[in-house]
C-alpha cells in the first residue's frame, strides 16, 4: 500500500534531524491488538495482559491447568494526548508520558504522529477520505491518562 505523500514528507523531516520515529507502532496477533509503542520513541505503552481475577484454575489428573483472559492494558507510562488542529478540530492519539510531555512540542514529530495514525487507520481499512487529512496540526491541546470526548 502506497504510504501517504504527506507522511513520507513529515518522516523526513524527523529524520533530517535526527529524531527518531516508530511507523509501525501497532502489533496484531490473529487480527487481535496486541500490544502499541509510542511513535516517538518505540517504548511499550500498552500490552495484552492476563487479567488475575478472570483466570481459571483446574486441576485435571493431578495437574493443575491456568486458563488466563487477556486484556489490551495501558501501562504506567500510557498517555492520551489531545492535538488541536489550524481548523479547530481535534485528534486523540497515544504516546508515552515522556515523549508527550516533551518531544511532542516539535512540530514536525506532531505532523508525523498524525500522519502515523492517518496511516494506520488506511491499514485496518478506513477510508481516510472521510476525515479531514488536509488538517494542520498546531499544538497540543492536553495530555491525561485518559481523554474523553475531544475536550
Ligand atoms: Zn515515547
Redesign the pocket.
Known sequence: MAKLQRHVKALQALGDKGSSFVEDYCTFRNRELWEVR?K??G?IIRKMLPIEELSVKRIVRGVTLIQERLALACLANYREVLIAFDDGSRHVTP??V??ATTRLQDKDLLEAVYTADLEQWKREGADISEVNASRKPNRVAKVAEQIRGNK
Do not use: K, V
Open positions: 509510542c516517538g520513541c517504548t504516546m508515552c515522556e515523549c
